[in-house]
């Protein structure tokens, strides 16, 4: 399976992106699409996930109330919408799929800067 992001880019604080994750290969109803985060220097983080039907969504305190993740199955496509962008929220934003242990799958990542 293959899993590719776009979207990324530079904004100014309060603007907004949304970022898109492509796959193939997988069938990608029965996995969980996750996104991840990291800053230069950091640890990579969960930033938002959801489940295969779409029906669970969680995401780290730091985004919430302010990112959005979503999945269009048919389309097999899923989504970070990101508004309100902080400085904070600089680093390479990387797309999961996830099925059990054993079957995850990693894009090269996009990146997203924040500055005035």
């Known amino acids: 399976g293959q899993v590719v992001e776009s979207g990324g880019g530079s904004v100014q604080p309060g603007e907004s992106l949304r970022l898109s994750c492509a796959t193939s290969?997988?069938?990608?109803?029965?996995?969980?699409m996750n996104w991840y985060r990291q800053a230069p220097g950091g640890q990579r983080e969960l930033v938002a996930g959801?489940?295969?039907?779409?029906?669970?969504?969680n995401y780290a305190d730091s985004v919430k109330d302010r990112f959005t993740i979503s999945r269009d199955n048919v389309k097999q496509v899923a989504y970070l919408q990101m508004d309100s962008l902080k400085p904070d929220d600089t680093a390479v934003y990387y797309c999961n799929a996830a099925l059990g242990a054993n079957h995850n799958f990693w894009g090269p990542g996009t990146q997203v800067v924040v500055c005035p």
């Open positions: 290969g997988i069938i990608f109803g029965t996995y969980s």
């Open positions: 959801i489940s295969a039907g779409g029906t669970r969504i």
